[in-house]
């Protein structure tokens, strides 16, 4: 282990400058939800009322933790090493993390909350609505392949169990501008299983795609 000397601040000279972009990223990194696939953590459960169009309903909001990075969204390259562009920025995929970099990805990624609310059971509700509701909750542990019934309270039970989530890029118009606007979302099938016991799930490496 090399010995370590304490240093004057006057003496420590490694300024930087500080451009338009990195003031962007620097207030983007810590609350910017990631496009990718996560083993989490439920933070928290809450209940709350959902007012839609057609019907008002109670929901579910979750709290996921971000604990290991299974993919992430990068920078694609092509069979000679160029990045490959679309209408003038780089194209991104989401991929597998290689091994060699899962430290650094996690160190950026990990402890960061990403968010989602599913709607509990409503008679207005349509058959889509409910079988994501039950799809989530089967991939969070809430019930049994043998289940008859779920309470809405149940969901409360959720906190401090892990899953995998998937993000991606939901995109819409303003409606009262016209413009278009995006952000990324939990999937709606973007869960699965995931460990109780903390173990990390292996994935295949795909070699095509490294560069963030």
């Not at 679309?86 to 290689?98: D, P, S, Y």
């Not at 392949?145 to 149940?154: C, F, H, L, Q």
């Not at 989530?165 to 995109?171: G, L, Y």
Request: with cysteine; proline share 2%; aromatic share 8%.
């Amino acid at each position: 282990m090399a010995d370590t000397q304490e240093i004057n601040w006057d003496e420590i000279n490694v300024d930087e400058t500080i451009t338009k972009a990195d003031q962007k990223m620097s207030e983007d990194i810590s609350t910017e939800t990631p496009v990718g696939k996560f083993i989490c953590t439920i933070e928290a459960c809450t209940a709350r009322e959902n007012a839609m169009e057609a019907y008002t309903c109670y929901a579910a909001n979750i709290k996921f933790r971000i604990d290991h990075v299974l993919e992430i969204e990068q920078k694609v390259k092509d069979d000679k090493g160029a990045f490959v562009m679309r209408n003038g920025e780089a194209l991104r995929k989401k991929i597998t993390v290689e091994k060699d970099k899962q430290v650094v990805i996690n160190a950026l990624f990990a402890g960061r909350f990403v968010f989602d609310s599913v709607n509990l059971a409503n008679p207005k509700e349509k058959d889509s609505m409910k079988n994501r509701r039950l799809f989530v909750a089967k991939k969070i542990g809430l019930i049994s392949p043998k289940a008859v019934t779920i309470k809405g309270s149940d969901w409360a039970g959720s906190v401090g169990r892990r899953v995998i989530i998937s993000t991606e890029w939901n995109s819409w118009k303003d409606k009262t501008t016209g413009d278009t606007r995006k952000n990324v979302r939990v999937g709606w099938s973007g869960y699965d299983f995931a460990p109780q016991d903390g173990t990390v799930v292996e994935t295949a490496l795909d070699d095509d795609f490294s560069d963030i």
